[in-house]
């Protein structure tokens, strides 16, 4: 039986090089994103099937699920990777800039996990990995509310991975440093400029077909340029006084 995988963001970039490596390993593909001509042209190429949608949105997330249910019976992997850089001034502040940001990679991710879990469940469990970045990790003041919504998917993916381990999904993200995809594309003759390595989007698909299968639920993959994914390790909070442990909840 083939693997069936739901991608966001797949019309180009990190979502795109995903998508052809997990089909040439036999993986039927259902493609999401906003630029419904690039998704769908890829969706050809791979012989998959493809949503043109607006990830910020509830509904893209619901029909994404049954578009692969209704196609391919099942779905066994989830990478919800669709992502925009934040840019938002606060001295200067765009609310609706803000709310796109926001939505796009927070909702994004919420909308596509809730969604996800049903048919998730009814397939026998599965993995969902999450496009995060270096900034989910540490403070990027180059961009504070893209640095906040990066945040907020590890926070998730963090909580979660407890909770459905018990339901056999597993639920990971990805942490990588700048990458050369269109998300960086007004960036990248400085970086080259600067003599700053980037990632290309086919390291990043490596590490995320191997956040997949990672062992340890939960776990934060740093992807740089020219070293291995490493698993990122917290080096945890004091706990109160005492030696207490908190009731449970």
């Known amino acids: 039986m083939s693997t069936v995988a739901l991608i966001t963001g797949a019309a180009s970039g990190i979502g795109a090089a995903v998508a052809r490596r997990l089909a040439a390993g036999g993986a039927r593909c259902v493609l999401v994103d906003l630029d419904g001509e690039g998704v769908e042209r890829l969706a050809k190429e791979l012989g998959g099937a493809w949503l043109a949608a607006d990830v910020s949105q509830e509904e893209a997330s619901l029909e994404a699920v049954a578009l692969a249910e ?17 840019q938002v001034d606060l001295a200067d502040f765009d609310v609706a800039r ?3 940001v926001v939505g796009v990679n927070v909702d994004g991710v919420v909308f596509g996990v809730r969604a996800s879990l049903p048919l ?3 397939s026998g469990g599965g993995a969902i990995v999450a496009t995060s970045s ?3 990790l540490v403070a990027f003041s180059g961009d504070p509310i893209y640095t906040m919504t990066k945040h907020a998917v590890v926070g998730l993916v963090r909580a979660l991975a407890e909770p459905l381990a018990v ?15 269109p998300l ?4 990248r003759e400085m970086f080259v400029d600067a003599g700053f390595p980037l990632l290309t989007a086919e390291d990043v698909a490596a590490a995320v077909e191997s956040a997949f ?5 939960g776990t934060l993959l740093v992807v740089q340029p ?13 706990g109160p006084a005492g030696g207490q442990r908190p009731p449970a909840l």
């Open 226 to 238: 020219g070293r291995q994914p490493v698993p990122y390790r917290y080096a945890g909070v004091p």
């Open 98 to 100: 803000y709310r796109q």
């Open 184 to 187: 960086v594309a007004e960036s």
């Open 120 to 122: 998730l469940i009814r």
């Open 167 to 181: 339901q056999n999904i597993r639920i990971n993200a990805v942490c990588p440093g700048f990458t050369d995809t």
């Open 213 to 217: 299968y990672a062992d340890t639920p």
């Open 70 to 86: 209704r196609r391919f019976g099942r779905l066994d992997l989830v990478h919800l990777n669709a992502g925009v850089s934040g």
């Open 134 to 136: 270096l900034a989910g």
